[in-house]
């Protein structure tokens, strides 16, 4: 078992349910009970379940990488750089949109980067 990859795996799993749970009831309510046309509240609900999908799926695959790190290493790397940058596109957009106290706003980044970080420090651990 690799330790630093479950890490890596427990903290993408926490990540996903806060997105998933929380996050949906927060963000896509009122999404959907906007005045955007509805193809693009529908298009964005969609984005929203396909980033959910993302996040749960990748998490079991850190999970698969730290029992059989050498079996899915290739993958484990992949997800790793995945969420490495997601959370650069958070950073990225909080700080060109609104400048530097964005990123207390849009805090996404603090989870998404650990998640990379720990995901290629595991892989390159024996």
Do not use: D
């Amino acid at each position: 078992m690799n330790r630093i990859l479950l890490w890596a795996a427990v903290l993408a799993a926490f990540t996903a349910a806060l997105h998933t749970i929380m996050g949906t009831a927060e963000i896509t309510g009122p999404l959907l009970r906007s005045h955007l046309p509805p193809q693009l509240s529908l298009l964005l609900y969609a984005c929203w379940h396909l980033v959910s999908g993302t996040l749960i799926a990748s998490s079991a695959a850190l999970f698969m990488a730290a029992r059989e790190p050498e079996r899915h290493r290739s993958m484990a790397q992949f997800v790793a750089w995945l969420w490495l940058c997601f959370g650069l596109v958070f950073i990225g957009v909080a700080v060109g949109g609104s400048g530097v106290a964005m990123l207390l706003e849009l805090p996404q980044w603090s989870l998404l980067l650990p998640v990379g970080v720990f995901g290629l420090w595991g892989i390159r651990r024996k």
